[in-house]
């Protein structure tokens, strides 16, 4: 066991309902996966199972000699384990005395040999002897220096210190071997769940609602970002070994990423997806023949060629760059990208390579969006029943609300900066002037009407994702129809229309297809 | 002279026999099952912290042995109704009596029975029914299975509390619970209170779940144009506005017309009442609450058809919940400061006999129908039993008093009056008022033609 050189706890809580959560150790070559009941080590694809018997277990640090050292946080128990697995000696048991724990999460052996104790559901740190006896313990549930709201990780600094992650106070400390309280690490964090200590002195923290690991000097001051800012989408976990290699599990990308001596190595973990367009939502035609797209249940945004998903953006949260339901998809003629952040209530942009340029706040339920030949984007604002068109540095240009009984969906602008849209309370198509003013309307009850995009014509189109079926629609109400075959291509009957270059496409399961309508809409005098 | 001063007689009487209210302890028997082994450690990033996440071996689960075990229970009545709560059970009102119509109001499955439900985090609910309160990560807490502290309090006015509260271990956020019944009324009022005594602003929201025990003839009441939508359905993603209560030619507000399982919140509520009614069962339940300070109001039905009620009840009846919310929707969280503080009452009661209702105060029920025949059939039924007694209906056509006719049932708890209406126009405003002495009890004004049908 002492072959390891790093190490690191990574739960991992995706996709939501996985039944085998599991954490990992990760060494030189090899990850020692602790699963909810048992320790394997696996490398070059064999596993060897270690240790069983645990109740997911937590804290791990290898004791000088290589016995295994474990917080059994199910059983509220420290557990002492050989290189085989076999039980040595175990203390704890679930409890408040101070001999007793509760939910214990960290675990670590100091250079004295005295075991520290995150007892987390006691609120507490408790120092054990090298026999599990108790000897002191310090903290209690508040908000003071030395106080915690359920501590997670600790580990051992300089002078046998001790440093403890405190979520529920936003925080890490560092304390002495006593317990006195010395420093906090809090600079510009929003949240706190794991830390380690560089060989360098510094304190690198995991803000996972910043997607950031944060580096801080010993003094408690923040100095610089791991990477870059946004780097990471849900970094939970660190680990850090003497040699300065360091693993950030990033729960929301399914990965652990370890850098050893400057090589990166990306393990997947079982919260892993490949990225697969499933149930399209909305979808916008790139400069280069690429489609940009968002799906129904997805928090990000999507790049796809013709050889399949490229590149995904995004990832769920409120920080710069997530979403809380990416829905709406635009271009401008730059090639900037606009998606709808509905729940967060906001439109973010982002340059032609994905990068993160500005969030447009203050919206009601953003969900679809169009961009018009104008650069201006145009917002189903459904918390407001309107349409809200703004330039795109985000000053609104116009409100738009045809009618009260009005809520706006799928929407497309064409030429002449006509609206088309569908009135979502009763599935109407509604072709408006640049003002507002209602020109025609047109009735989708019974049908799906999940997409909307403007010909260059004078045409706007529908799609029923019901029928799988384009409808053409000008001023003077319906004058094409055309069935798609889906079925016979195994394609998912959700999808949008994208009309680019004088011709119009489908676009789902990754395939961009042209509609072909039986009898040519009329073009609009 | 001699019937003024007979009726205040009744009067007295009246008040005097039924003015107890009363606090009592007793048990109940709920079937638990056993799914501790199942309950495991989280971490910091997960929602449920630093509460247990439950993974079960399948989705099929519970086959966990179950038992019966007691569990003590604190009611409060008075001559109307009995709330009996749970402290063990997230301090939930688990039944409520209805005395006048001699039924339960709540839908109760007797067993806790858990399910994964959260969607990160993976936490796990027991639906038991009853009033739960959610709190304050998500609608299907932890806080509705933990027990809570609480103590009963008999206050000067003559009414009871059982005052409940809880402090959440994640955030230190406080709630705390006052449940009141009043001698004189057949509401139950929760009094809310959400308290942040950390130094930090914490982001949270608060659901009370009220669950009801589903049927055919259930027919819902949320005053609203539009609804919004919380799972994707009818070719819509989550969050899309629907037209309400009819959309795509179907009547919802009918479980009946239910085909899918669905939630809906109304969007940007406007009154201060909602509720529902089965017609089979000649009951309902009516919210009444300040929709500027509780934004949110949700409707949660199962599809009709083979609905994965097993899952979640050991009770073979179906239950739809009626949500109340601090946030518009359950995807909406708000935000706390340091040592601020929010609280409001709402008041619940039990409705029978009025066959529905189309709008509601503290203190009245009211509903307003057109039959077959073009009648215009009134209803109205009053929580307060000291009003009960002489109260009054008024009905003005075109701001004209029209007439009661001899047969309309007025003073009395119910008011019922049933009128020709077959020489109305559908422009014509009718205007109906109950009122006691000055004080307008419920007052409504419709267009004719705008009046549903029975």
Known sequence: ????????????????????????????????????????????????????????????????????????????????????????????????????????????????????????????????????????????????????????????????????????????????????????????????????????????????????????????????????????????????????????NDDEKGTVELNSAGKEITFKTEGHRDLWAYKIFAAAAGKDGEVYCTDFSGDFYMKVSKDGISAAFGGHGTGPGLFCGAKGIGLDAKGNIYV??????????????????????????????????????????????????????????????????????????????????????????????????????????????????AGT?????????LESAVFALNKGGLVAKAKLDLQSQRRQKYGALIFKEGRLFFFNSNQLSEVIFPTPPVKQP | MRRFLLAALVSILYLSVFADVTISED??????????????????????????????PDETFPVGISAKKDFKTVAIENERIKATFLPSHGGRLYKLFDKLSGKEVLYDTASTKPATLYSRGAGYITVLGGFKHGFPSYAHSPSDTIPWDYYTRKNQDGSVSFITWMTDLETDLKLTVENIIREEASYVEFKITIENPTPYSRRFYYWLCCSMEQTDEVEFTFPADRMVMHGDMYGWPMRQVIGWPIYDGVDYSFFSNWDDQQGLFQLKQQEDFL?????????????????????????????????????????????????????????????????????????????????????????????????????????????????SIRTELE????????????????????????????????????????????????????????????
């Not at chain 1, 290898?62 to 509220?76: E, F, Q």
């Not at chain 1, 009984?405 to 408006?432: Q, R």
């Not at chain 1, 014509?457 to 994702?465: H, K, Q, R, S, T």
Request: proline share 5%; charged share 25%.
């Open chain 1, 1 to 248: 066991m002492n072959k390891f050189v790093a190490f690191i706890l990574a739960l991992i809580s995706f996709p939501a309902l996985a039944h085998y959560n599991s954490m990992y150790l990760t060494g030189k070559n090899e990850i020692c996966l602790l699963t909810r009941d048992q320790i394997e080590i696996r490398a070059d694809g064999k596993v060897n199972t270690v240790a069983e018997d645990l109740f997911r277990p937590f804290g791990l640090d290898i004791l000088p000699g290589g016995n295994l050292l474990v917080a059994d946080s199910g059983n509220s128990t420290i557990k002492i384990l050989d290189d085989k697995g076999q039980l040595v000696s175990s203390f704890g048991g679930k409890g408040n005395s101070d001999s007793s724990l509760l939910r214990p999460l960290g675990v670590f052996c100091d250079e004295a040999g005295r075991i520290v104790v995150s007892d987390t559901g006691n609120n507490c740190i408790k120092v054990f002897d090298k026999e599990g006896s108790f000897l002191f313990k310090f903290g209690k549930r508040g908000y003071g220096d030395s106080d915690f709201l359920n501590p997670f990780h600790i580990f051992k600094g300089s002078n046998n210190s001790i440093f403890v992650t405190d979520p529920g106070n936003i925080c890490v400390k560092r304390y002495s071997k006593d317990g006195a309280f010395l420093v906090k690490f809090s600079e510009k964090l929003l949240s706190v769940s794991d830390a380690a200590l560089h060989p360098d002195g510094s304190i690198y923290i995991c803000d996972f609602l910043d997607r950031s690991v944060k580096i801080y000097a010993a003094d408690g001051k923040f100095k610089n970002y791991y990477k870059n800012r946004f780097y990471y989408n849900r970094p939970t976990l660190i680990a850090i070994n003497k040699q300065g290699d360091i693993a950030v």
């Open chain 1, 340 to 453: 709808s952040d509905s729940f967060n209530g906001r439109i973010e942009s982002f340059d032609a390579g994905g990068k993160f340029l500005s969030d447009f706040k203050g919206f009601d339920w953003p969900l679809q969006l169009a961009v018009g030949p104008d650069d201006a984007v145009y917002v189903s604002e459904t918390g407001r029943n309107l349409i809200r068109k703004l330039d795109t540095a985000g000053k609104t240009l116009q409100e738009i609300k045809p009618g009260e009984y009005f809520n706006p969906g799928p929407l497309a602008v064409d030429a002449v900066l006509n609206i088309g849209v569908i009135n979502t309370l009763n599935k109407s198509f509604i072709m408006l002037d640049p003002s507002g003013k209602a020109l025609m309307s047109f009735s989708f009850e019974s049908k799906w009407p999940v997409s909307v995009a």
């Open chain 1, 457 to 465: 014509e004078g045409n706007f189109y529908v799609y029923d994702a």
């Open chain 2, 27 to 56: 048990k109940t028997s709920i079937t638990t099952y056993k799914f501790e082994n199942f309950l495991y450690p989280s971490g910091p990033w997960e929602q449920c912290y630093p509460y247990p996440r439950i993974d079960l």
């Open chain 2, 275 to 387: 509720g529902s009614y089965d017609r089979g069962k000649h009951e309902g339940i009516v919210r009444v609450f300040p929709h500027e300070t509780a934004k949110g109001s949700k409707l949660w039905c199962f599809q009709r058809n083979n609905p994965p009620v097993k899952m979640y009840s050991s009770n073979p009846k179906i239950y739809y919940e009626l949500f109340a919310g601090l946030t518009e929707s359950q995807d909406d969280y708000t935000v706390m400061q340091p040592g601020k503080s929010v609280s409001w009452s709402e008041y619940w009661y039990p409705l029978n006999s009025t066959g529905g209702f189309i709008k509601a105060t503290k203190e009245c029920a009211l509903n307003v129908r057109k039959d077959a025949a073009l009648n215009i059939n009134i209803n109205a039924f009053l929580t307060d039993r000291r009003t």
């Open chain 2, 395 to 454: 009905l003005l056509i075109n701001g004209l008093k029209y007439p009661l006719p001899p047969q309309a049932e007025t003073g009395g708890q119910f008011l019922k009056a049933k009128l020709s209406g077959s020489d109305l126009k559908p422009e014509d405003i009718i205007e109906i008022t109950v009122r006691d002495g000055k004080n307008k009890l419920i007052n409504f004004k419709s267009n004719w033609g705008a009046v549903r049908n029975e």
